[in-house]
Structures are given as C-alpha cells and as structure tokens.
C-alpha cells in the first residue's frame, strides 16, 4: 500500500488541524495505521495510532503528550486515516508521517515505534505559532 499524508499547515496556538493518510494501490482494510512526527533536532516519535478495525471495535493508542487533545480515526471506506488535532501547541511543531502495517489477527494492537511499520506517506508540515 501506498500512503499520502495531507493537511499540514500554519496554525497558532490553541487551533486545530486535521492531517489525512490516503492509501492507494489498495485499502488500509486489515491495516494498523500509525502517525509520528519528528521535530527539528529530534528523533521521530508516536503520536497515535489505530487498530485495523473500523468503528467502535477499533483500539486506539496516543502518546501521553497528546492524550484528550488528538484523535485517530478511518472511514468506512478504509481508504483513509485521520488525525484531528486540537488546541495544538507550538511543541506539536514538527513533520507528521503516517505509517501503515498489514496483520490479519483483528486482535493486534497500535504499534508505538516505528518497526514493525512497513509503509510510510511522504510526510506533512505542521507549525504551530504562539
């Protein structure tokens, strides 16, 4: 599967931004999607994640920083994973990647590092201004 991250932008302290991971070459049906990002000078970490399962079946996983604030989701379809960030912040500053792994367990949970991920979007530039 191929992965396109979308809907970065500018945004100042306190808005919200939503980013969209769109597969193509097939759907993310069967797919656990992550997203990370990596800011100027660090590595790349967790942001969110969601489990293969569409609806209130599907796990979700965030990292502590951005707990009640980020939301992960996909469409029916399966074609698309979004992340709807709120009352972002300037830390959030950074490049958000979305990564895709295939598993047929129902049951396999959001990965919160990069492996076992196995396909990435080109990633989308968020900044956020105080």
């Known amino acids: 599967v191929q992965l396109q991250a979308s809907g970065g932008g500018l945004v100042q302290a306190g808005g919200s931004l939503r980013l969209s991971c769109a597969a193509s070459g097939r759907t993310l049906s069967g797919h656990v999607v992550g997203w990370f990002r990596q800011a100027p000078g660090k590595e790349r970490e967790f942001v969110g994640g969601i489990g293969r399962q569409f609806g209130s079946g599907g796990t979700t996983a965030y990292a502590d920083s951005v707990k009640g604030r980020f939301t992960v989701s996909r469409d029916k379809a399966q074609k698309s994973v979004y992340l709807q960030m709120n009352s972002l912040k300037p830390e959030d500053t950074a490049v958000y990647y979305c990564?895709?792994?295939?598993?047929?367990?129902?049951?396999?949970?959001?990965?919160?590092?990069?492996?076992?991920?196995?396909?990435w979007g080109q990633g989308t530039l968020v900044t956020v201004s105080s």
């Open positions: 990564a895709a792994k295939y598993t047929r367990s129902p049951t396999t949970g959001v990965a919160t590092t990069a492996p076992p991920y196995d396909a």
